[in-house]
């Protein structure tokens, strides 16, 4: 398959260049998960290397290099805006004392089945948090509360990241998946048919992730009934509610579906009863008869709170008025790659974005909790003091991977290396299109930016090699979903809620094998879908 890069305003495909293009990913990786490099540190070393391959590679002149670098800049406000609250709200909770009653209340329903506490609050509920609010709040609101319930940070982390990632493309209402018809001409019920049944195979293989994760194949031995059973309802329910309620609710339903079968169901089941002869559970005289509804509120009233702002559409059209964005000239490589001038470049719902619903939310439950008696004098100024110093770290790892990424996307860069992908595979294309997907999302820690990246790529590849458009764009957009567990920006955020800044390296590491295992998966998936004839 030949593609003529002139036309795309990039050079001329070769090995040499590809691997230019490659550089920064390299770098940011080898030195994080290799040297133990601090993640601030990688990414302004992988910054300034992404600076000299755009200037002499790529052709990006001083003008393309200052609105990549500032444009990243910019891109950062939205993500710390998540980290600095989500961290201040886990504060203050904290200091309520109300993370030892949620922990005494999930010992007690789930038979203090550590297994099924994993499953729930690591898998189920960040997925329901994804289904109305993604953008890395479902790894800032459960990262802590793992913590809380008494998991190792770095364990809490990576369960996290891979627990929300599976259903991204049909979360945040679904804005993931409207990138795939609105910028290919596919039609829309098929697109969701198809992309569907590629998101629950992704929902079936990551439970086992999640527990192998927690305690390696004796875990996954041990929590094989439960992983089962909650990834077969959790992804058929999101097969039926794509395609026969709506796209925008797959993610969401899916979610509270895990949740009321990890609480109320499988504590139930032979395997996870204690056994007869089993002591009863003691409880903490310090939490003994204090309300589980009351402690866990200020997430009850958080959902509440993007269920108001989110879902009745005429509050949020009106406050989706208020922006803040900057404005951006049109770049131009001299090899011809464009950036049209935007007035107000990824402008800012300075009402609606969620670390502003977090903060709305903070101070609710502030006021509910002070009314219980239960928010100690002065302790709003303690808890923020406690969230500067936790956060600062993994904000500068934020800013230099931001600045690096959008760096690559603007002078042309991410393109360049999907288009190399798909130059170099021909007919086993399929085995591939997840990676374009996995590539974009860690360039940009987002599935849906990655979706917008590459929709038309995948889609002009499938149609030069008479592939079913609809099983290629479900394989990106399943592997943009899934590599959301293994970008770096969401490490960052994730290290920066649980106090290990600076350990991002090590965060990959881990997620890395998930990720790269479950795209591979997805590419044989997709491969013996075109073979088969599916999907035309």
């Known amino acids: 398959m030949g593609i003529d890069m002139s036309v795309a305003g990039l050079p001329e495909m070769s090995f040499v260049t590809w691997m230019m293009a490659a550089l920064p990913i390299i770098v940011v990786l080898t030195l994080m998960m290799g040297f133990k490099m601090s993640g601030s540190r990688a990414g302004v070393i992988s910054w300034v290397i992404g600076l000299a391959v755009t200037y002499f590679a790529f052709g990006g002149g001083v003008d393309v290099l200052l609105s990549g670098t500032a444009k990243g800049i910019w891109e950062t406000i939205f993500v710390l805006s998540i980290v600095w609250t989500s961290m201040y709200m886990y504060n203050v909770v904290d200091l309520t004392g109300s993370f030892k009653v949620i922990a005494a209340t999930f010992t007690r329903l789930t038979n203090g089945n550590q297994m099924l506490q994993l499953l729930i609050l690591g898998w189920a509920f960040p997925t329901f948090i994804q ?7 479902p790894v800032a609101v459960v990262t802590p509360l793992l913590i809380g319930l008494g998991f190792s940070p770095i364990k809490a982390v990576v369960t996290a990241l891979l627990g929300h990632s599976w259903g991204i493309t049909f979360g945040s209402l679904g804005s993931s998946y409207s990138v795939l018809p609105r910028l290919s001409p596919v039609d829309p019920d098929g697109m969701a048919f198809w992309a569907s049944l590629m998101i629950a195979f992704g929902g079936l293989m990551i439970g086992w992730c999640v527990v192998h ?27 039926l509610v794509v395609n026969f309620v709506s ?38 005289p310090e939490v003994a008869g204090k309300s589980f509804i009351t402690a866990f509120s200020a997430y009850i009233i958080m959902v509440g709170v993007v269920f108001v702002v989110y879902l009745i559409k005429p509050i949020k059209s009106f406050l989706d008025t208020f922006k803040v964005g900057l404005p951006f000239g049109e770049t131009t490589t001299l090899f011809g790659y464009i950036q049209d001038a935007e007035a107000k470049y990824s402008a800012l719902k300075i009402v609606t974005m969620p670390g502003t619903l977090i903060l709305i939310s903070i101070f609710l439950a502030a006021w509910f909790y002070k009314s219980k ?3 100690p004098q002065g302790a709003m100024k303690d808890a923020w003091t406690k969230t500067v110093r936790q956060s600062a770290g993994s904000s500068a790892t934020i800013i230099s991977m931001t600045m690096m990424a959008v760096l ?3 002078g042309g860069m991410t393109t360049y290396l999907a288009y190399g992908i798909a130059t170099a595979t021909g007919s086993f294309f399929p085995l591939l299109a997840p990676q374009i997907g996995v590539i974009g999302a860690f360039v940009t820690s987002s599935c849906t930016s990655s979706n917008i990246l590459f929709t038309s ?16 764009l479900g394989a990106q957009t399943t592997g943009a979903t899934l590599a959301n567990a293994f970008a770096p920006g969401n490490a960052a955020l994730g290290a920066g809620v649980s106090g290990l800044a600076g350990q991002e390296g090590a965060i990959l590491a881990k997620t890395s094998v998930y990720t790269i295992l479950q795209a591979g998966f997805v590419g044989v998936l997709a491969y013996v879908m075109i073979k088969m004839g599916l999907g035309m």
């Open 131 to 137: 289904g109305v609010c993604g953008f890395g709040v």
């Open 247 to 284: 796209p925008n609710l797959g993610c969401f339903v899916a979610g509270a579906a895990g949740l009321v079968v990890g609480s109320f169901v499988l504590p139930k089941l032979k395997a996870y009863r204690p056994a007869t002869d089993a002591p009863p559970i003691k409880e903490d």
């Open 373 to 375: 008696g239960l928010l």
């Open 457 to 472: 790529l995948q889609y002009e590849v499938a149609s030069i090699l008479g592939m079913s458009a609809f099983i290629i």
């Open 408 to 410: 690559m996307t603007v």
């Open 213 to 239: 994760n927690y305690g390696g194949f004796k875990a996954v031995k041990e929590g094989f009934v439960a992983v089962l059973f909650m990834s077969v309802v959790m992804s058929g329910t999101l097969v």
